[in-house]
């Protein structure tokens, strides 16, 4: 097959807020499974003997997004599933990884496809009885995708697959064939699942795949079910080929991946996986990939720790892989889920994102909770070994990592991934701090860093993000940095840091932290000759007037894509979910936008075209107003009340200069606004006055031209 690259990362999983915590965690044995946070399943109603809320892997914070960095409104992101609102976040952070101006993209034939089951905000929403017309899209799964593909303007496939436990895994399958056949020149894959309702952990535990205690056994004798985790994770593909032509960071090859189902071969029901079904998903892969069994360095299981599937997956695996191996080779395996739980249908992009983790940095992570092997597990016989301590790798340009994803009901994905052909000889990134350049090693060794975002909160938090960074040998040097930061989409908030070593780039980045928008080294201001007078100029220009233009000059056009920087750090506010406890005396939409009675006035009009028509007060108010300016004042006034209401929260900053679209408006929430605006002051507001007149200052003129003409 067509070699595909992984070019970027990103991720949100229990513990881990970015794949480098996430590594960390996973290279320090972090198991971050825990108690069910406060509040979280308010929804659960346990039967008789249920034992306590048990123990799960949890996002910390499922509720918070940046809407206003979206251009979504406050109102239409309250009711947006949260999981729409994480993948928009992950798919940005995602572009940027792989070094990718986001804001580049529009027109692109890049394609989205997101594997996600979970419709636990769905439930919530139907069943809080507070609805709203943004609800129909916020809890359509096929939403899933299309916002991502809406907000970037992408032009390929958008699609959510829905394979159960294996929907990721699936979906990167879809990707990679969408990518040979031409369908895009690119794609974004996805996983997402939050654990919003209790009732359905609490029908997991119905059917006895709970563990009792809150742990992932994988193939251990204590197995007896898993944890339910939550998280997404993103992966931007690429063919080969054209990664290389462009410099990106090739974390992973995508050597072969197939897909195989069941088809009612387990001798158990639709619910008991088969051996022959799983078997046939790996060696299709084998055979799309070209390799053998004693190839493969390495394979993530599925791995849920249930006494029923592990003993199939292991036999699945010792028949495909383990014995076809020499005996004093045994597979190592291991399974994420003793880290994090089973993230269900994003438990396959969990472990696609551990696996590229691992060819990157040259190490096997160890599994938990494994001491002794299941009975039903015979290893020596499989020819199979679960890792449980760090193991350092040499990843050999013909040797592959697989990943496994089984989903309930039988349809089984298995992924088959290389070391990048540039990095095939070495054993990894290793973590120790990268040296100074040497002078002349780079081009342009005196860099600059630029910093933005769409408010100043978000440039400081990303300088300390850089800050608190650990670069390691795999960064390059502080201008290769430079390169990747310049690459990235810039907001209007913007500073910039000089430096040609670590120091003096971390010491920029301390001043930019205590309120500084420049920050240049203390030499350089007595003696700043030749290239370094150049790169003040082009920071400061950057700085004050956002042209970026100048610094890539000065940092040349060798691109090399930095791996795992800190990406765009996000403004998150709380959006509380529908059935919380704020949730109860919430208005509904139609409560909202219905006036209260005392508004009007019952008489009619004086000019108006329909006589029947009750007079709001602001007819009164603007009728009493003695001269233009205070009739004018009374326009803005009234359109900036009517776009909170229509938002459900304050008008945004310089919201009169903005356009609609920018405002977050989009065209149905933009009809309410002009309804409202028509039943307030008599006018009629046809959808040809909004394209003509899209900003409320140009509304406000085209309202006082019309109510001024009805006093002549």
């Known amino acids: 097959m067509t070699p595909v690259a992984i070019i970027g990362l990103a991720c949100r999983f229990p513990g881990a807020k970015n794949p480098v915590r996430f590594w960390a965690n996973l290279i320090g044995a972090v198991s971050s499974v825990g108690a069910v946070p406060e509040g979280r399943w308010a929804d659960r109603r346990p039967g008789p003997g249920a034992p306590p809320a048990g123990a799960g892997g949890f996002l910390p914070d499922p509720d918070l997004f940046d809407a206003e960095f979206f251009g979504i409104s ?55 009885g507070s609805l709203d017309r943004f609800g129909h899209m916020g809890t359509s799964g096929c939403m899933l995708a299309n916002r991502v593909s809406h907000h970037l303007g992408l032009r390929g496939p958008s699609e959510v697959v829905s394979s159960g436990q294996s929907s990721s895994l699936v979906a990167l399958h879809r990707a990679v064939g969408a990518l040979r056949l031409g369908e895009c020149s690119a794609a974004l894959v996805a996983g997402a699942n939050l654990n919003l309702s209790g009732a359905v952990t609490e029908q997991v535990r119905l059917w006895g795949g709970l563990s009792p205690d809150g742990r992932c056994h994988t193939f ?3 197995a007896n ?29 995508i050597r072969g991946s197939a897909t195989a189902n069941d088809a009612g071969r387990g001798p158990g029901g639709v619910g008991v ?50 014995r076809r191996r020499p005996d004093e080779d045994p597979l190592p395996v291991g399974s994420v889920k003793t880290n994090i739980g089973h993230l269900e249908s994003a438990a396959g992009i969990a472990g696609l994102i551990k696996a590229c983790l691992m060819l990157h940095h040259g190490c096997l992570p160890p599994t938990l909770n494994h001491s002794r092997a299941h009975p039903g597990i015979p290893l020596d016989e499989h020819n199979i070994r679960v890792v449980t301590r760090p193991e350092r790798r040499t990843f050999g340009p013909q040797e592959v990592i697989g990943v496994s994803s089984f989903g309930m009901g039988g349809t ?12 095939s000889d070495s054993g990894g990134s290793g973590d120790s701090p990268d040296p ?22 978000a440039v400081l938090d990303l300088a300390r993000a850089l800050l608190d960074h650990p670069f390691g040998t795999s960064t390059g040097t502080v201008t290769d940095v430079g390169r990747a930061l310049s690459a990235r989409s810039h ?21 930019i932290v205590s309120g500084h928008d420049l920050a240049v ?30 610094v890539r000059d000065h940092l040349g056009e060798r691109r090399r894509a930095v791996p795992l920087l800190p990406t765009y750090p996000f403004q998150r506010r709380p959006h509380p979910l529908p059935g919380g406890a704020a949730d109860p005396d919430a208005p509904t939409a139609s409560q909202r936008r219905n006036p209260e009675p005392d508004d009007r006035s019952t008489a009619p009009p004086t000019g108006a075209a329909d006589s029947a028509r009750p007079v709001p007060r602001f007819l009164d108010r603007w009728s009493a107003a003695r001269t233009a300016a205070d009739r004018s004042w009374a326009m803005r006034t009234l359109l900036e009340d009517e776009l909170a209401a229509v938002l459900d929260e304050p008008a945004p900053a310089r919201a009169f200069e903005r356009s609609f679209s920018d405002l977050g408006i989009d065209s149905m929430t933009l009809l309410e606004f002009a309804d409202a605006v028509a039943d307030r002051t008599g006018v009629g507001i046809p959808e040809t006055v909004l394209f003509d007149h899209p900003t409320l200052n140009a509304l406000a003129a085209y309202l006082t031209e019309k109510l001024e003409g009805q006093r002549v």
Request: proline letters at 5%; glycine letters at 10%.
């Open 491 to 511: 907001g209007e908030h913007r500073a910039a840091v000089l430096g040609s070593d670590w120091d003096q780039i971390r010491q920029g980045l301390a001043k």
């Open 220 to 222: 251990d004798e204590r």
């Open 412 to 423: 089984h994905a298995h992924v088959l991934l290389g070391a990048p052909p540039d990095r």
């Open 273 to 322: 996986p088969s051996v022959e079904a799983q078997r046939e998903a790996i060696t299709a892969a084998h055979e799309m990939a070209d390799v053998t069994a004693d190839r493969v360095a390495y394979v993530e299981l599925h791995g849920t720790g249930t006494a029923v599937g592990d003993p199939v997956e292991a036999a699945a695996l010792g028949a495909a892989v383990g």
């Open 74 to 128: 406050r109102r239409e992101a309250q009711y947006m599933d949260p999981q729409q609102r994480l993948l928009l976040e992950l798919a940005w952070e995602c572009v940027e990884d792989a070094g990718v101006a986001a804001d580049g993209l529009r027109g692109t034939r890049w394609g989205v496809f997101v594997g996600a089951d979970a419709d636990d905000f769905r439930m919530r929403y139907f069943m809080s």
């Open 436 to 457: 100074d350049p040497v002078p002349g090693s780079d081009d342009h060794a005196d860099a600059v860093w630029c910093l933005s975002g769409r408010s100043r909160d």
């Open 225 to 253: 079910g898993y944890v339910r985790g939550e998280g997404a994770g993103c992966v931007v593909l690429k063919p080969l080929d054209a990664a290389v032509r462009d410099g990106d960071h090739v974390y992973a090859v």
């Open 521 to 550: 080294p203390a030499e350089w201001m007595t003696r700043t000759p030749g290239r370094r007078a150049t790169a003040v100029r082009a920071a400061s220009a950057y700085v004050h007037g956002g042209d970026v233009t100048a």
